[in-house]
DNA sequence: TGTATAAGGTTGTCTATACAGTATAAGAGA
DNA sequence: TCTCTTATACTGTATAGACAACCTTATACA
C-alpha cells in the first residue's frame, strides 16, 4: 500500500478533495480550488492539478464547466437491490433464527487474481475467511471472503459466530464505494455440501468489492442456491436515468 | 456531434485505436501503438499520446505495463445491473457486433400472472414481444416482454430489428420507477433453443418492470446465459446512512 | 439608461522537455 | 554454459509555457 506521503502528487491532491467531500468541508454544489488556486497552494504546476481534478471528474465526484469553475457533484444514491446489508439482520428481520458455521479462517497471499482484485502493486498476505449463513438451519449463503490486513489489522482476532464479517467491517471502516457483479452458477463440489444442495441447483454468485478511503477493503463471494435466495429491488427515478430515494 | 475532423487530437488517436479494436486489427491481447510511435505516425507530442492511452486504460480497453506495452485487454460481456441500459449499446461500445432476431410479435390476453403484474383491474390486451439479442453472432440475452398498450399504443409499429424495445420504450416515455428481481434458472427448452445452450447451463434471470405517470409501461424478463453474460454495477456510497445494514 | 467593449478568471488542449522506475534483450566476462 | 552488466524501450510522473474558448464583471461610450 502506498503511503500518502510517497505517493504521486496529483494523488494526493485528488486524496485531499475527496477527504474534504467526505468530512463536509466541501458540500454537493459547492466550489472546489481553480487549477490555478491549487498550483499555488501545492506548490505544483497546473498540469498536475489539471489531472487531478480531470480523474475526479471521470471518476464521478466533481463536474467542470469551462470558464466558470469545477463544482462537488450530487452523489446519486443508488438503491436497495445490492445494498450493503448485514445477512443475519435480514434473516432476523424475517422473524427466523439465524446462525452460522465458520468453515475457514487465516491468512492467504495474494495471487495473481488477488493482486488485481485488491488493486495491489505485489503480492501480501490477505486475511481469508469461508463462512457459511444458515437461516432456521438451512444454509442461504455461503461467504468466500477476503480482507485488506492493512485495513482492518484486527479482523482475524473476532469472533464471527457473534458478528458477521459484514458487520464488523461495517462498523470499523466508511464505505465509499461498491462494485458488484452477479452470476449465475451451478456449486462446484465444496459449495454443494457446504450448502447441502445437488449439483444441479443454479445458484446466484453475487461477487462485490468494497472500498474505503481509496483502498479495496474486501472483496467477498457470496453464494445464494436459487431456491432459497433472490435479489430484489423497486426504486425511483428521474428522467435521467439517475436514481433517487 | 463533434466532428471528427474538429476533435481534439488526443480524441482522434483514442477513436482511432477503438476502431482498430472493432475492426479486429487490433485483437484482445494484442500490443497497440507505444506512446513513442504514436507520436511518430500522429505527429503529435508523447503527453497527448499518454492522455489517450491512459483514458482507454481507465475505461477498460486497454491495459498498461510499464517497462514492456499497451495491450488490448479481453472486453467484459455483462450488462449494467441498476441502470437502464439498451444491451445493443452495451456490445457495441465493447467494440462487438450487434445483431437480434425477434421470434415473436403480437397482442395477448393478460392471464392473471399478467394483470398482477400490471396492476390491471380486468383482463386487457398486452403487446408481447420475444427477441433474442446476439452478440457476434452468439446469443447473449433472450428477451421476454410484455407492454401496456395504454402507454404505447405504437409499439407493435416498430421495426425492432433496428431499435431494440428498451430503446423505444425510452425515448418514447420517462421512466419513474424500475423494480428488478434478480434469480438463477436452468433454462426451459425453449430458452435453450433460442439461446443454443444445454440443460444443465445456468442462466440469470432479470425480471424488470418499469412504471411511467403511475402506470405499469412494460415487464420483461430477461435471460442470460451465465457463460456469456453477468451483471454489474459500481458507484459511490453516501456518508449518511445510505448504506445501512 | 442601455449597450458595446475590455479585462480577468476559468477550463480545455497541446507542446517540449525531463527524470525515474521497470522490463527485456544483447553483450561481456567468468 | 551461466551470470552479471549494459543498453534500450516503455510507461509514470512532473514541469513550464502557450493559445483557445468560455463566462462573468467592470468599464467606457452612445
Known amino acids: 500500500m502506498t503511503p500518502l506521503y510517497?505517493?504521486?502528487l496529483y494523488v494526493k491532491v485528488k486524496t485531499h478533495i475527496l477527504e474534504q467531500i467526505r468530512s463536509g468541508a466541501l458540500q454537493a454544489g459547492s466550489r472546489v480550488p481553480s487549477e490555478n488556486e491549487l498550483v499555488e497552494s501545492f506548490k505544483i504546476s497546473r498540469?498536475?492539478?489539471?489531472?487531478?481534478?480531470?480523474?475526479?471528474?471521470?471518476?464521478g465526484h466533481l463536474a467542470r464547466v469551462p470558464g466558470v469553475g469545477t463544482f462537488v457533484k450530487e452523489a446519486t444514491p443508488r438503491s436497495s437491490l445490492l445494498e450493503l446489508r448485514n445477512i443475519a439482520d435480514e434473516i432476523i428481520a424475517r422473524g427466523h433464527k439465524y446462525t452460522s458455521r465458520v468453515e475457514h479462517l487465516g491468512e492467504v497471499v495474494a495471487t495473481p487474481n488477488l493482486i488485481e482484485d485488491f488493486e495491489l502493486k505485489s503480492s501480501t498476505k490477505l486475511f481469508h475467511i469461508v463462512i457459511v449463513h444458515e437461516e432456521n438451519g438451512m444454509p442461504v449463503q455461503f461467504e468466500d471472503r477476503y480482507v485488506n490486513p492493512f485495513c482492518a489489522p484486527n479482523f482475524l482476532k473476532q469472533d464471527f459466530t457473534a458478528q458477521t464479517p459484514t458487520a464488523y467491517l461495517l462498523t470499523t471502516l466508511p464505505v465509499d464505494e461498491l462494485e458488484h457483479n452477479v452470476e449465475a452458477i451451478l456449486p462446484d463440489a465444496n459449495q454443494q455440501r457446504r450448502l447441502k444442495i445437488a449439483a444441479t441447483e443454479p445458484c446466484l454468485s453475487l461477487h462485490r468489492r468494497s472500498?474505503?478511503?481509496?483502498?479495496?477493503?474486501?472483496?467477498?463471494?457470496?453464494?445464494?442456491?436459487?431456491?432459497?435466495?433472490?435479489?430484489y429491488s423497486r426504486y425511483h427515478t428521474t428522467s435521467k436515468g439517475q436514481v433517487t430515494q
Open 211 to 231: 472500498w474505503s478511503k481509496g483502498h479495496v477493503v474486501t472483496s467477498a463471494t457470496l453464494i445464494y442456491p436459487a431456491s432459497r435466495y433472490a435479489l
Open 47 to 59: 498540469m498536475t492539478a489539471n489531472r487531478a481534478l480531470n480523474e475526479l471528474t471521470t471518476e
Open 6 to 8: 510517497a505517493a504521486p
